[in-house]
C-alpha cells in the first residue's frame, strides 16, 4: 500500500460522519447487542423513568407555595434532621464494622469463615419489617440485648438509638461487598515490602494499604448513606415513631398517604430523590477523582 493510499484512507476515517461513531451504531463484537440494549432500556423505562415520572406528574399539578408548604413543614422538616442524622451516624458505624468485617474475611482463614460471610447478605434476604420487629425485640428493656443496655441507663427500641441500630444493619452489607473485591485484589506483597524497609504496622495501613482502598471505602460509605435515607421498613418497627422526636421522612411519606394527601407526600418523595440523585452524582464525581489521583500516584 502506497504513502498516497494510506494517508487518503486515513484522511476518509478521519472524516466519517460523528453518527457512525456513536456506539449503538457500531457493530458489536459479540451478537446479541440490539435486543440487550433494547431490553436494559425498557427495563429502566418500566421500573425506574415510569415511577418517577409519575411522582413528577403529581408534583407538577401543586402550586410553589403548596409545594412550599408540603415540604416545610415543622413536623417534615424535623423528620429531615432525624433522617439525616442518624443516616450519619449509622453511616460511620457501618463503614467501621464493614470495613473489620471485609478485612477478616478476606485476609484470614480460619473455622467458620464462610459462614460469616454469607450472615452479611442477611439484610439483602430479610424483609426490612421483619429485621426491625427482630432487633425492636432484641433491645427492649426486657429483651436478650436491651437488658444489659437497660442496666446502664440507655433505651434503644422505641427510641432514636433504635435508628442507628435499623439503618446500620441494613446498610452494613453495601461497604462489605463493595470493599471486600478491592482488598482481595491488595494482596500482601507490598506490605511484606514496607515491613521488610522498617516500616511500623501503623505505617503500613496508612500509607499502604489504605490509598488503595480510599476509593471503595468512599463509595461503600456513600451507598450506605444513600440507603439509610429511605429506610422505612426496619426503621417504624424500633424507632417508636414519636413526632419530632423519632418520625424519620419515609415515615412522613406514609402518614401522608394515610391521610389521602398524595400531593403532598409526592413532594416529600421528591425531596428524598434529589437528595439521592444528588449524592449520587457527587459520589461519582468524588470516585472519579479518588482514582485519577491513584493513577497519578502509581
Known sequence: MTTLSKAVSGE?????????????????????????FGLSLFYLSIVVLLPLSALLIY???MTWTQYWRAISHPRVVQSYKVTASAAFYSTIAATFIGFLIAWVTTRYNFWGRRMMDALVDIPFALPTSVAGLTLAALFVPGGWLGQYFAAMGIKISYAYPGILVAMTFTSLPFVVRIVQPVIEELGTEYEEVAQTLGARRWQIFLKVILPPLIPAIVTGASQAFIRSLGEFGAVIMIAGNAPFKTEVTSLMIFVRLQEFNYPAAAAIASVVLMASLLLLFVLQVLQGRLLGWQRQRS
Open 12 to 36: 476518509q476515517v478521519a472524516t466519517a460522519s460523528p453518527v457512525r461513531q456513536w456506539f449503538f451504531l457500531r457493530k458489536p463484537i459479540l451478537p446479541g447487542f440490539g435486543l440487550s
Open 59 to 61: 408534583v407538577s399539578d
